[in-house]
Each structure stands twice: as C-alpha cells, then as structure tokens.
C-alpha cells in the first residue's frame, strides 16, 4: 500500500477528485474508472484505498439522499428506483400517497397549458398519461389523478 509520505496513484487521485465533488456509490465510480482506462488491478486497488479510508458512504443513506432528491424533482417511484439501481443502490419504498400527490401535481401544473386544458378530449387525457408515465408514475396512480382532475373540472 501506499506510505503516508507518498502521493496515491492515479486511481486513487481519480477516486479522490469524484468523491470531493459529491457522493459516488462503488458502482458509478468502477465504470467512471473502466471509462478512463484503468486496469482492473488498479481499480480494485483504487476502491480497496477508498473503503479502507472510509470514503464510501452507507449505500442505504446514498440511496435516500437520491430518492429524496428525485422525489422533490417530482419524478414518480419507477422513475426512482431505476435511478437507484443504475448507479448500484438499494431501491427504496412506494409511499402511495406521496406518490398520488407529486402527480396530482404536476398533473396540475400541466393541465395550466393550452394543450392541455380540456381534459373531456380523449386525446388530452391520453397525453397527460403520457407525460406523467414519463416521469415514472404507476398506471394505478395515473389513472386515480386522471380521474380526480376530470371531477374537478
């Protein structure tokens, strides 16, 4: 290993740079090292330096930290969790009535739009299923906003 005299290899460096700059989980930063070409000895090597220095946080708070972000980015939990599992973390919990309001929400905010507006038209409403299946709300809760907003106008 490294003495404290000397300064770490290029990896590790690497290793330092991502983790000053926001919380990486060990799978985003393996491929941010395979993408800049590193041998897998020195990645193991340059991962093995950061858990020893406890730089790696507890997977299940860096998932929440993100959950907790997209959530107020309004993104539904299909949307989250597929987040969480591409960077390598645990998924997290459905929270049904977070999730109803977030899209009531931006079902709201959206329906302000000329395009939008006349939620009689099939074609309206097909759309606004669209956008709020994007953003990775469930069927289930799309179709309960769908219809509280079509009662409401």
Known sequence: MVSSKQSPP????????????????????????????FADEQIEQ????????????????????????LHRRGKGIKSINHELSRKGLPQVSIDKD???????????????????????????RA????FLQTRGFSTEIIRKVLQELRVAT
Do not use: C
């Not at 983790?19 to 090292?33: F, G, M, P, T, V």
């Not at 931006?106 to 074609?123: G, N, S, V």
């Open 46 to 69: 340059a991962l093995a330096y950061a858990h020893e220095r406890r730089w790696l946080g507890d997977s299940t708070r860096l998932a929440q930290t993100l959950a907790d972000n």
């Open 10 to 37: 290029a990896a590790e460096k690497v290793i330092m740079d991502l983790l000053a700059r926001r919380d990486h989980s060990e799978k985003e930063l393996r491929e941010k090292l395979m993408r800049r070409k």
């Open 127 to 130: 759309g606004l299923a669209r």
């Open 98 to 124: 977070l999730e109803y309001e977030k899209a009531f929400a931006q079902a709201q905010r959206k329906q302000k739009t000329k395009k939008f507006a006349d939620l009689k038209d099939p074609k309206v």
